[in-house]
């Protein structure tokens, strides 16, 4: 038998992993995986199914040509006891909105709670923090359009709580898409919602500056990852995940991160996942001294920078997770009418379920009505999405009609 060339065998990681390459084996951390035979990966599903299934790297073959006929097996997990743990009976949307409004308002007296502790006594409660989380996974596996549609109401002033707050919503719905076990996903909610605890220590006057931080400040705030992490650290209960959740929530692929300036090989699978969640839900979010940028302009200037900054594959799954129009988007069809975008439709995604409560051209609220923008019957598309200020709605109080009662 002729032996390979010792050059077209690599060692890659899984997310240097692409289409169409010729895998030999795989090397997995933490779950036990069984991989039939070698063969191509097909697809970025596949990839996305390798990454899940905990495998971190692969040998490859670089100078086989792909054969259509030979496509590398689905890869088999190995079943566990706790997956099935903890599972939520599904609920209806209006059902839960109530419920996911007061879990909501609750967790950001608990921000308001830790922020203030941090300040005074540089410490907090991880116990108090948990419970919160596990409410918030528990409310997304009984209906996740509820907490997503809170997400969407922004209170200008209240940031750095709301912030956090939905980068452990958004993180929880991301996991859940990818279809992480119970555990993990609890893991990554709470550490979503730690992940900014450093910046109540950064000076306010640096924190709260409206214009462009001059370097040196910028530097004091790059500070908050490694203030957060010194708090943390006294907690012995947090895992190796929560840790790196905050860790590397700002760390890039490129290596222009901070505040290790780690490579793609180092960055994990889950500081991947919160660098998208977090800079989404950053540039989407109302500010005293900036307007937040519609969902879609966000998807693309994440997708603009993969695969330099960002995860590629993780991407397009997060934007496949919100839906091109998420849920609570307020958007304007053509016939003028305005809504909230109520219901995803994943066969047909830029057609959802749309919540009517306003019309445009007659500068007045309508009778309530949700719209299935499928159905032939309705002649609605959306037009774009809009923000309440440009018609000068109080979106809240329509929020809480269309969701609420």
């Known amino acids: 038998m ?22 030999l084996s795989v090397r997995t951390k933490g779950k036990t995986v069984s991989v039939k035979s070698e063969g191509y990966v097909s697809s970025k599903e596949s990839i996305l199914k390798l990454i899940k299934a905990g495998i971190t790297h692969l040998t490859i073959d670089a100078n086989r040509q792909k054969q259509v006929d030979k496509i590398m097996p689905e890869v088999k997990e190995k079943e566990t006891p706790n997956q099935s743990k903890k599972a939520s009976k599904s609920i209806s949307l209006d059902q839960e909105m109530v419920k996911a409004s007061k879990l909501y308002a609750d967790a950001k007296k608990l921000q308001h709670k830790m922020l203030s502790s941090l300040t005074e006594h540089k410490t907090i409660n991880i116990v108090e923090a948990k419970e919160s989380t596990d409410a918030i996974v528990d409310s997304i596996f009984r209906n996740q359009d509820a907490l997503a549609c809170m997400t969407r109401l922004r209170i200008k002033d209240e940031y750095l709580v709301e912030h956090s707050l939905n980068v452990a919503i958004l993180m929880t719905l991301f996991a859940k898409h990818l279809a992480f076990d119970r555990e993990i996903i609890e893991q990554l909610a709470l ?62 692929l490129d290596g222009k991160g901070y505040p290790k300036q780690l490579n793609d090989q180092q960055i994990t699978q889950y500081g991947r996942m919160i660098a998208i969640v977090d800079s989404y839900d950053a540039m989407t979010a109302e500010r005293v001294y900036k307007a937040g940028m519609h969902p879609i302009k966000a998807f693309n200037l994440l997708m603009k920078d993969a695969p330099n900054s960002y995860d590629n594959v993780l991407v397009e799954q997060f934007v496949n997770c919100l839906g091109i129009y998420p849920i609570g988007t307020l958007v ?43 159905q032939t019957k309705y002649k609605d598309q959306i037009d774009c999405c809009i923000k309440p200020d440009e018609f000068n709605i109080n979106l809240l109080s329509f929020f809480k009609a269309a969701f609420y009662n």
């Open 2 to 23: 002729n032996k390979k060339p010792e050059s077209s065998v690599q060692k890659i990681t899984v997310h240097q992993l692409e289409p169409g390459m010729y895998v």
């Open 332 to 374: 304007k069809l053509t016939s003028g009418k305005l809504g909230l975008i109520s219901r995803l439709n994943k066969s047909k995604p830029l057609l959802p379920f749309v919540r009517v409560f306003y019309n445009t051209r007659l500068n007045q609220a309508i009778a309530m009505e949700e719209l299935d923008l499928s």
């Open 191 to 252: 550490g979503a919602f730690l992940h900014d605890i450093g910046k109540v220590l950064v000076p306010p006057e640096i924190l709260h500056k409206p214009g462009k931080l001059t370097v040196q400040e910028f530097t004091v705030m790059k500070s908050h990852v490694d203030l957060g992490m010194e708090v943390l650290k006294e907690s012995s209960e947090l895992s190796e995940l929560i840790i790196e959740v905050v860790q590397q929530h700002h760390e890039r």
